[in-house]
């Protein structure tokens, strides 16, 4: 007779490009995420905490590359036929809100959300198809002082997480200058030029990698990079390019004189006229109260790649410099932005609802708290009570429901007993700062033994040596003291 | 010439089943989970956070209602042909990830996890597709002290989010005490009993809605319920029901006397004798740690519906009583509940490993912290600087930034200024304690108007009309004191 089939193990692995997140990993994005709550809810803004899933109808085709407009979203069919999602940002789930709610919401609306979105993008080394967002925005508040808050609002928030001042600086534009410079350049916002000027956008935006003769290239003839590759250009005109750059180079000692020129480069288009009068708003706001051009500064440099914002645009970037996987010093670079995007709830209602906020990249800020030390310092483990006599369990969980009472972190071991070597294993890699032993003849004579497990680590950092040579690794205690002798170490080496 | 069809407006919905939390929903759940993590890392356990997506093979079929193995999860097709689907809970996340990293976790490794599980079930009135789970598992332990430490760590948990002792109860039962009894009634673990088994499991689970009457009826003969329905039954004999239901009502004045009568109801049978043995464990070790059966009891008719639980089980049911949508008083129930699970983990290695660990029903603790009045008073909104003069917007940012910098939360208003009631509207909407109001009058004379807007709710609680009457409800005030009398109104209340 045949032998039955065994149905074959499943296998235990993450889904390719996602990941997991232990322990300090997510206690410390938790740390940030309820600094950054604190600072939004002083300003007024309420959080809002939508499903995972939306309606792929609801979520549009927004997705920051606008080459790729159907994918990018891990979406699949209900059974009675509606397509949905997951949602990819949070700004989508927002318009659908202040759209649906929209009877019952204040206005203005400010509304902060925290949470996981998924983008289906190819995974690759520090990319994943689920990362956290963390977003603040402003709905139905027509004027640029929305704006300003906002970039206020980002000032604080990098402060309040640990960014040292002078460590990052806040770049303002406004899409409309753009856009009246792009008309001063002979490619006015119609249906005509919509294509170019989306190249135009997206070259631009990465002007900081391409530098000044890159982006000529490639808005003009093409390029050719490094690895002989040729991008074919946008075919404008050498003039039309040098306008476009005298735009992305705009920015001046002073926001005032960043102002001037920017002034001059629009001339008499309308757009660009208010765009220039909106940036001068912000800048006296904020100099008004107090954000200077060391926090937040005017720079036509910044762009963003999104196709939806129509008026400011901001961005964070952190000015320190840290060295790269591949050795390479520099800047640690961008880690939040945003604009005002008036037209996202009208593709709902159909009336136009204007808003503004920002979306902070939070694995980004937390690499950046890394490099510069503000967390993942070592996190002491439990206290760890070893289990010398199987049949007196009762005992030691006696000690660990007395440690815990006390405040302190304690655990028993609950692996085998038998073997004691384990026992001290686990309490190391637990990091564990104290084990506590009781064989039986401690229990007789009402003892117990507390061995002090950081000792060691402070001893092999040499510095520290003459301050703790001369200390035991263990004391024995009478066991009505050895809560007072547990706290007594632990707060010796804090 | 044809008009251009134009696009239909997306509709901004929400996906059936799913829904929408608003501030204070958002953050009173995330303050009782923060005050759960507490319990938690006190008693060692480490934050896990896996991704919401699974693949289909990892999570396996063990969702509650065994009856439809193959529904209950969203799941798609990727791309590269690998189903995947989201997490239905913690536990399947949590035997993946056991398995995947066991060369590098601690063993025994204790776990927390807390976050949104996704139902692909018909969703009905309180019944959401998307909702939160917070569980804590130690994985790797053989010992019941393990089952022991859960069951303690939950009743501190339930005090620490504001539960009163005597408002729960923790109820502890062992499905090999239950084995042992079926094996006793004739009912062996064997492929040839497994169905009959399922029936009695599920059937005794639902023993508080039918009653001893209901399960006979159901387990013998069949039963027809008050609409008349007929459901068919097991067809046991009733002896072997009454064998059944003595284990079932077996619980007795102490954990002692019930243990002794478990005891007599699986005589001589191994498994039964087994898991005694272990509850008169569990017993000792949380009397001897101070729980007692006013907060933890031995209690046979608890048998959570869960097919894959081989050991302890155990619920915490809170004993005080709401009245529920239709008007009759009835006890709050079940808010957490978990067992031992040694199994899962085989899954994927082939090795058994001993794991035990509980669920709580997030939005159930929620909705009884909100039914004894715990949580779910008033949030106080911020503070509204209103608008009287668009030209001096700078001027009210300014006051919002100092009363921000003095950690009163604070707004302008950022809506169109012109018609100063719907400023007013705004602030009561936003249930502001204060409202700031300074037009180009007061701003000449450098002072600004307060006006309270407390003291009309205040006074409308007719208990406290006397203390509150002869208060002025607005006060003008010096602009370099705005500060210090928002606070003084505001602590005034407090």
Redesign the interface.
């Known amino acids: 007779m045949a032998k039955p089939k065994k149905t074959p193990?499943?296998?235990?692995?993450?889904?390719?490009g996602?990941?997991?997140?232990?322990?300090t990993?997510?206690?410390e994005r938790?740390t940030m995420l309820d600094q950054i709550a604190e600072v939004y809810?002083?300003?007024?803004f309420?959080?809002?905490?939508?499903?995972?899933?939306?309606?792929v109808?609801?979520l549009?085709k927004f997705l920051p590359d606008v080459d790729r407009p159907n994918e990018g979203v891990?979406?699949?069919q209900?059974d009675?036929s509606?397509w949905?999602a997951?949602r990819y940002d949070m700004t989508a789930p927002l318009a659908?809100?202040a759209?649906?709610?929209r009877q019952d919401l204040?206005?203005?609306y400010?509304r902060f959300a925290m949470g996981?979105v998924?983008r289906n993008e190819k995974p690759g080394p520090g990319r994943f198809?689920?990362f956290y967002q963390c977003d603040a925005d402003?709905v139905?508040?027509?004027?640029v002082?929305?704006d300003?808050?906002i970039c206020?609002m980002l000032s604080d928030t990098l402060e309040a997480v640990g960014i040292t001042r002078g460590d990052y600086i806040i770049r303002v534009n406004n899409r409309k200058v753009l856009d009246g410079v792009l008309e001063a350049a002979g490619l006015p916002d119609t249906d005509e030029f919509a294509h170019v000027r989306g190249i135009v956008l997206r070259t631009i935006d990465k002007h900081d990698k391409f530098g000044d003769q890159g982006v000529m290239a490639l808005l003009t003839e093409g390029r050719k990079d490094e690895s002989g590759d040729f991008t074919k250009g946008a075919g404008l005109e050498t003039a039309q390019v040098e306008l476009i750059l005298g735009f992305v180079n705009g920015r001046q000692d002073s926001n005032a004189t960043t102002l001037d020129r920017l002034a001059e480069l629009v001339g008499e288009v309308q757009t660009g006229v208010e765009g220039v009068d909106e940036l001068r708003q912000i800048a006296?706001?904020l100099e008004?109260?107090?954000y200077g051009p060391d926090r937040i500064v005017i720079d036509p440099a910044v762009v963003r790649g999104l196709g939806y914002y129509t008026g400011p645009v901001y961005e964070a970037e952190l000015t320190f410099e840290v060295t790269d996987e591949k050795g390479r010093v520099r800047e640690f670079g961008s880690v939040a932005g945003g604009g005002r995007y008036d037209d996202l709830v009208k593709?709902?209602?159909?009336q136009a609802v204007p808003a503004t906020g920002m979306s902070i990249g939070v694995d980004r800020l937390l690499a950046a708290l890394r490099a510069t030390g503000r967390i993942g310092s070592k996190a002491q483990?439990?206290v760890v009570v070893t289990v010398m006599d199987r049949d007196r369990?009762?005992d030691y969980?006696?000690m660990v429901?007395e440690l815990?009472q006390a405040?302190i972190?304690?655990?028993?071991?609950?692996?085998?007993p038998k073997n004691f070597g384990n026992q001290l294993k686990?309490a190391d890699?637990?990091e564990s700062p104290v084990a506590i032993i009781q064989g039986g003849d401690e229990a007789e004579r009402g003892v117990v033994q507390i061995k002090d497990l950081i000792l060691g680590t402070k001893l092999a950092e040499s510095a520290s040596v003459e301050e703790w040579k001369d200390r035991p690794n263990q004391y024995e205690v009478p066991r009505g003291e050895m809560v007072a002798k547990v706290r007594e170490i632990i707060e010796s080496y804090t």
């Open positions: 193990r499943p296998k235990a692995v993450t889904p390719k996602f990941r997991d997140y232990f322990g990993e997510v206690t938790k809810h002083l300003y007024g309420e959080a809002l905490e939508t499903s995972a899933v939306e309606t109808e609801a549009g891990f979406a699949w209900e009675d509606d949905v997951l659908r809100v759209a649906q709610y204040p206005a203005p400010r996981p998924w198809r689920q402003t139905g508040a027509p004027s002082a929305a300003a808050e206020a006296e706001l008004g109260q107090g593709r709902f209602t159909g483990g439990p369990m009762g969980m006696a429901t815990r405040g972190r304690a655990e028993v071991y609950l692996g085998n686990y890699k637990r």
